[in-house]
């Protein structure tokens, strides 16, 4: 169990858990960003067939 610890404590255990974090903020962002223009998508594609019939 101690070895584990120090590990994390290391160099290489602290570029790890910077890493992970980074890697999760940049995941929550594009999940986000998804969301928000799937949305945007949605919106456009629910237009269309009301562009070909004539009303708006």
Not at 1 to 21: D, I, P, R, V
Not at 26 to 54: C, E, H, N
């Amino acid at each position: 169990m101690k070895k584990e610890a120090a590990f994390f404590l290391s160099e290489a255990g602290q570029a790890l858990t910077e890493y992970s974090f980074l890697l999760a903020f940049v995941v929550m962002a594009v999940i986000l960003v998804m969301r928000y223009l799937g949305t945007a998508v949605s919106d456009l594609l629910q237009k269309i067939p009301a562009a070909f019939s004539g009303g708006m």
